[in-house]
């Protein structure tokens, strides 16, 4: 629905390891997710972009951060340098005016 704040989730239910996912993955996005985290150690986030924008995030056992920061980035059509989306020091959730998120990760 055009306009609408929803982004679509879904999440594990109890098990062994959380995963929770949001967005879309449209026909544009890379074949390659960002990975941002500890992807051996079971830990991380995956983000799928379409020009630089993030439309579907994944995090797996990332209970820190979990899936809502990927929520905000998604519903506010940030703009990111994939390089800093990779990078666990820069916060997801920063807190950032919302006129200004598009340029936070960039």
Known sequence: RAGSDRV??????PSASGRGYAG??????????????DRP???CHAFWLVDGVVQAG???NSWDEGIEPVQELIRHHVRVDPARL???SVPLACGWPRESRRRALA
Not at 8 to 13: E, I, K, L, Q, Y
Not at 24 to 37: E, K, L, M
């Open 86 to 88: 990779a990078d666990p």
């Open 24 to 37: 879309w993955i449209t026909a544009g996005a890379r074949d390659d997710p960002v990975i941002r985290g």
């Open 58 to 60: 994944l995090h797996v």
């Open 8 to 13: 679509p989730v879904c999440c594990s239910g």
């Open 41 to 43: 150690g079971h830990s």
